[in-house]
């Protein structure tokens, strides 16, 4: 039988990254594809006491069915950490845990937008994102990125000629892919423009706990005084992101949509690691140990930044990060960063290709994400200078 | 901001089970109205021994990204399990770990059915699986199930009066809420119907383990010659509900599609968890355990069973299962079996009313779930007697 799918999903692909992913066996090629915390990241220790003592205590509530909404004391937990860390004064019960941040992007889009809709984000944005747009059949309008956040402007024009906008996803902190950080009057005068077009956000922050310098800047979510903001982040980036363990918190309105949403996708989370999570908190708190996290990432992304700097010629751009996970390169606009990813690749280089986070597919891209959270410091030593090799070959 | 949702979820409301479960909290209220494992039938000994191993000799692959098709060896030995348990025959690749059986029922709509297209069911059904179908605006046309699964006649009138059907959704064994079986003669009638319009079969085989009386009946899937039906089940009823481990198998082509589509919903199940049913199945096997939860659930339901023939004036009709978690009570027509779910409530038990399963929202039913693995012997005993001076009073 020849089957028939859903104008939905018919013309859905793998994502390139996780493809990429996949293929990653052949130890001789050096990854900076990936999206992955460091594995030194995980609090291997810790968690595996709290999972015996959670057998030993607690295990038939950690085993059974639970609601939908989330483990209760978990849902508090992150309610009082937004407050003290993001000046986000949010109800526990405006808050739902989700199956990873992804399932939070996916079901809020679920919710809010019928096929056709418009949503408008970053250009480049998260490719989790836009696929999981593109799985509702939402029209994409992307918007410049520059140094400081969105071209405001052009998003202005994008709200005035897609008056069927539901949603404008941003990624203002430590955006990936760019690893860049929108500035404070940047998110005002999205959450201005919001404001007047009647447009929810949906403020995605995965990294924001992450950051190893520069000055924090207060979440749009934190100056959301019209409540328009629904705000999606997770622990994937601080204690473990197999566990898929992520949350949203909105106005109550659109969490209680959100909540039977999940109902019929899901049910609920994994409850032992969300007890598992809690307890954690509850024991240790997350300062001490996401401070450790800070200052691998912030080694590690010096020491990528210093091999950049020593290596590239002076042509390529590439940002620097004040937090996350990323570096963006862009190589002169007449280079094709599809052909240079699978160039480095036969050169045992991985990169992810920029055009996988355009938001309008097969747009032209001369930029590459590099990740070094993943990499060993060795293979970040040894990847960017082999990297810097390629690139240099191209002006040949 | 006044927030208009999209029409998929704009009508969606809680599950009324869900409802009920969240509000079982006074303790002298009983409850035949959950559908959750007994807890007795947790292998919690094993499962936190294997837990402990997984974080001394394995924790970084637990805990860090994984691929969206799940775990490979779980993958294999889930196909081998339904080759030597159920004479399917299907390789590891056709199979995909699900977040729990609901996700797999979610992403085979989502992959199929386009807004406004049919799903055959039948009447009564899943809640789940009915309110998945309509979070994609899908259209429900119910089918009567009858002792021996649903009326064949009423299922080609509805193929024949609905030509934009993508799906016919069928529990087979044990169904739920009924506790109906369906007769082979019955299952090859509905394959060949669906052959015959070029329709996909959704399975759905949560209880299948579970027999604990009677003959095997061959699945569906197992007589899928070509190649049209989706079965889906999970490791709820066998070694934890709240794990959220579940898997769907089916014609490679569809479950590519549902792959790429789980990969923007949650990008992989909890790792740690596909880790250890793994490990689980590999130590222990399945049979033994299967064994004792089979037996427990047999003494459970004969008890109810008893107490049923022993109490219940004889003009009420309820169904004798030989597996699975329900029994199905059904009042004279002119009850209405909301009303008496309330009515129950109000004198301490709860039941969850017929018309929560009825593919027609509003639709009259004057029948009743009961649920025999979650409640104690003796709430069984009390609650029986309890209900059945309830129905008793109703004639009155």
Avoid at 138 to 151: K, P, Q, R, S, T
Wanted: glycine letters at 6%; proline letters at 5%.
């Amino acid at each position: 039988m020849q089957f028939s799918f859903s104008d939905k999903v018919k013309d859905m692909k793998p994502s390139a990254i996780r493809e990429i992913f996949k293929s990653l066996t052949d130890p001789s090629v050096i990854s900076f594809a990936a999206g992955n915390p460091a594995a030194e990241s995980f609090p291997i220790e810790q968690m595996s006491q709290i999972s015996s003592d959670i057998f030993t205590n607690n295990a038939v509530p950690a085993l059974q069915y639970s609601i939908t909404e989330g483990y209760t004391p978990l849902r508090t937990q992150i309610s009082n950490r937004l407050a003290s860390k993001f000046c986000i004064d949010i109800a526990a019960n405006e808050t739902i845990i989700t199956t990873g941040g992804q399932q939070g992007i996916d079901l809020t889009a679920k919710c809010l937008c019928n096929e056709g809709d418009t949503v408008i984000c970053e250009n480049p944005s998260f490719i989790g994102a836009l696929n999981a747009f593109r799985s509702y059949n939402i029209h994409l309008v992307g918007v410049e990125l520059e140094d400081d956040g969105m071209n405001i402007e052009q998003l202005e024009k994008a709200l005035n000629e897609n008056k069927n906008t539901k949603l404008i996803y941003t990624i203002p902190t430590f955006q990936n892919p760019a690893g860049i950080t929108a500035s404070l009057e940047k998110r005002k005068a999205v959450y201005t423009l919001a404001k007047k077009y009647g447009v929810v956000i949906l403020e995605d922050n995965p990294y924001g706990e992450l950051r190893f310098a520069g000055e924090e800047i207060p979440t749009i979510k934190s100056i959301d005084t019209d409540n328009i903001v629904v705000y999606c982040s997770s622990l994937s980036k601080i204690l473990s992101a197999g566990m898929r363990i992520g949350y949203l918190c909105g106005p109550a309105q659109i969490i209680q949509k959100v909540v039977v949403t999940k109902q019929v996708n899901d049910v609920h989370t994994n409850i032992f690691f969300q007890m598992l999570c809690s307890e954690f908190i509850d024991r240790y708190g997350l300062d001490d140990h996401v401070a450790k996290i800070k200052n691998l990432y912030l080694k590690k992304s010096s020491l990528m930044l210093d091999m950049l700097d020593n290596n590239m010629p002076e042509w390529t751009h590439y940002t620097r990060p004040q937090g996350g996970l990323f570096i963006w390169c862009t190589l002169p606009d007449k280079y094709d960063g599809d052909e240079f990813a699978r160039f480095a690749a036969a050169n045992k280089v991985a990169v992810v290709p920029g055009s996988t986070f355009c938001p309008t597919q097969g747009e032209h891209s001369s930029s590459f994400r590099l990740n070094y959270s993943t990499p060993s410091d060795e293979q970040i030593v040894i990847g960017i200078e082999r990297l810097s090799e390629i690139v240099k070959s191209l002006n040949k």
